[in-house]
């Protein structure tokens, strides 16, 4: 292709070409010349596809301005039996339980994503819709939790939602509620809860003080909970424990929580907690390659990074630096310059952690690059990791293939972002979407009766969970578009939850380079 253009260029100095001509073909050259127009993607619509995914996992009563119409209300008993009101919130996958823990970590990082991302979310016109999102989540949580020291963890039970195959709007599953409470302890639920609520209080700070307010002090009541009363929650209640058990334990939920009480305040009492607690809670510790609804310690770490730059954290340099050293850990293991200690990936690139869900694990990882070479441009900084130092480019390169495979640049030739391009899995694991719309057909549909009549259909989903990222290939890029493959046609809220960000910030890139190609070339300038 290079001779071929070399030849042409040739061809047409000798043949006195015009500059019409001449100024074309340096905007195809350039075009061509760019990695994020090459890549042909459309980062401004994964962006939007992104947030409407939300509005398929609502529960409750939905608003007027629902987007997704083949959804309708669902869930309107929650807590009834309880005596509390509980409608509302996400369901979190496939199924109906809304479990709170990992409803929380998607919370925080869909707040995050709003934090580092505004301006690029806002220019792309989808931050009304990133924060009804986010609000979506806080409204349930500021009702679970209904007293200092009780937050209602979850509804509905998964062993018997796991035996029906219905829509939410005809569920007849147990609906039972389930707390955490002075003497049922939940540090790590109550302590993502309160990350989730302080990270929402900085984004709503400037739109709606009183509300913003008002989730910080939730916060800041269920993070003294949390670090009062310690246990972990499915100590607790044994029901969620084949669903979502908190291997890591609780103790990186408290400093997370305190770490982002610290960001929301900007009061040293969370942030000495931080540096107090680093070595017992494992903060400088853990070694870490995975950032994830169990697992903060990434997480953790990286913000902690940011603030050892600052001056003013100078008194804590010395504990800082150490969280700054395990992020490096985290940030270099994925970057595959670990000296051995890296993350694997499929012959195609793409990070792989372990089979079941494994595309939860590329769009944390993908978010942390993203937002941490932000930070080290512009800090003037380069990364220190063992096989040599690396600048902010590549981390950003790195994120960019990540996202590229995700949205079809693999060996399957497929997006894994639900509704994206023009191949995506057509048959996600979801009841749901899995079955005619209850707006088409408000027939009643039976606990079995969806196993029988359309959960063994071979046919695509009738209902398109758009944005929803799937759980992905396997470790040899292999996948298989089948209702009953969970392990990689299950989408859930925390795997779309980091991309929002993320897409922001691809789809800025992309404009930039597009802009830069009509002002940085004096041939078309000048016409």
């Known amino acids: 292709m290079a001779d071929t253009d070399s030849q042409c260029g040739a061809s047409m100095a000798d043949k006195g070409a015009s500059k019409w001509r001449i100024g074309l073909l340096f905007i195809i050259l350039s075009v061509q010349a760019s990695p994020s127009r090459a890549s042909g993607f459309d980062y401004a619509d994964a962006l939007s596809k992104s947030l409407l995914y939300f509005e398929s996992q609502r529960s409750g009563r939905l608003p007027y301005n629902q987007r997704v119409t083949w959804r309708d209300h669902s869930g309107l008993t929650d807590g009834l039996e309880q005596g509390v009101d509980l409608v509302g919130g996400y369901y979190d996958a496939g199924d109906h339980v809304k479990f709170g823990f990992p409803m929380a970590f998607t919370i925080t990082m869909l707040s995050w994503s709003v934090i580092e991302f505004e301006d690029q979310i806002s220019g792309a016109g989808e931050l009304k819709h990133a924060l009804e999102a986010i609000k979506w989540g806080t409204d349930y949580f500021v009702k679970a939790h209904t007293s200092p020291g009780v937050l209602w963890a979850e509804v509905g039970d998964g062993d018997t939602d796991h035996y029906c195959w219905q829509r939410p709007e005809d569920m007849t599953t147990s609906r039972k509620a389930y707390k955490i409470d002075q003497t049922h302890p939940g540090s790590d639920l109550a302590g993502e809860t309160a990350a989730a609520m302080a990270a929402a209080s900085i984004v709503f700070k400037k739109s709606n003080p009183h509300y913003s307010h008002l989730l910080l002090h939730h916060a800041q009541q269920l993070f003294e909970f949390a670090d009062k009363y310690r246990g972990a929650y499915d100590a607790s209640i044994a029901e969620v424990k084949s669903y979502y058990a908190s291997v890591s334990g609780y103790k990186d939920e408290l400093l997370w929580a305190a770490l982002w009480l610290y960001k929301a305040t900007d009061t040293d009492i969370y942030l000495d907690y931080v540096v107090n607690k680093a070595h017992c809670f494992g903060g400088i510790g853990w070694s870490i390659s995975e950032f994830s609804w169990d697992v903060k310690y990434a997480g953790i770490q990286l913000i902690a990074s940011q603030l050892f730059v600052d001056e003013k954290h100078k008194r804590h340099s010395h504990i800082l630096e150490q969280y700054k050293e395990k992020a490096e850990f985290y940030l270099c293991s994925i970057l595959n310059k670990n000296n051995g200690s890296n993350v694997e990936r499929t012959p195609g690139g793409l990070l792989y952690v372990r089979q079941w869900n494994n595309l939860q694990y590329v769009s944390t990882a993908t978010f942390l690059l993203t937002v941490y070479s932000d930070f080290l441009k512009s800090a003037n900084q380069e990364l220190s990791c063992r096989d040599g130092n690396v600048d902010h480019q590549e981390l950003l390169e790195l994120a960019k293939t990540q996202v590229d495979y995700i949205l079809g640049r693999n060996p399957m030739n497929m997006s894994y972002l639900v509704g994206y391009g023009s191949r995506y899995p057509r048959r996600v694991h979801h009841r749901g979407a899995s079955i005619v719309s209850y707006r088409e057909n408000k027939g009643f549909l039976g606990c079995t009766q969806g196993y029988d009549s359309w959960y063994g259909r071979n046919q695509p989903n009738p209902n398109v969970l758009v944005g929803a990222l799937v759980g992905g290939p396997d470790c040899q890029d292999n996948f298989r578009d089948e209702r009953g493959n969970y392990m990689q046609t299950e989408a859930c809220t925390y795997n779309t ?31």
């Open 497 to 527: 939850a980091p991309l929002v960000g993320v897409f922001a910030k691809f789809m800025q890139l992309e404009k930039q380079n597009d802009d830069g190609v009509t002002r940085n070339s004096p041939l078309i300038a000048s016409y």
